[in-house]
Nanobody, 123 residues
Framework: QLQLVESGGGSVQPGGSLRLSCAAS????????ITWFRQAPGKEREGVSCISRGADITIYADSVKGRFTISRDNAKKAVYLQMNSLKPEDTAVYHC????????????????WGKGTLVTVSS
């Protein structure tokens, strides 16, 4: 069974950067489409970015386009989310999720979820 562990969260000032990592437990992590979701206090969970199995497709929420970059290193069994120009509204718990499907979208129906890492953007 695939296990996902997020890391890299923390506190940062507006305009700063963080790099989140999503580590997968099994060798066949390239068999999964990976999506980053986030949930801010009192708000619904929202999709942030998705990367396909072969990294040939990436999508971003409009709110993060041009600031966030998703990537994956299948040899290291990891997916990354580089977050630049962070804003207070990016404050949330960020989760990575995996599914065996090929399509990249923000449908929350993923088979596997990590526990999340907290990102706080504040001056």
């Amino acid at each position: 069974q695939l296990q996902l562990v997020e890391s890299g969260g923390g506190s940062v000032q507006p305009g700063g950067s963080l790099r989140l990592s999503c580590a997968a437990s099994v060798l066949s992590s390239n068999s999964y489409t990976i999506t980053w979701f986030r949930q801010a206090p009192g708000k619904e969970r929202e999709g942030v970015s998705c990367i396909s199995r072969g990294a040939d497709i990436t999508i971003y929420a409009d709110s993060v386009k041009g600031r966030f970059t998703i990537s994956r290193d299948n040899a290291k069994k990891a997916v990354y989310l580089q977050m630049n120009s962070l804003k207070p509204e990016d404050t949330a718990v960020y989760h990575c999720a995996a599914k065996t499907g090929f399509s990249c979208n923000f449908n929350p129906a993923n088979e596997y979820w990590g526990k999340g890492t907290l990102v706080t953007v504040s001056s």
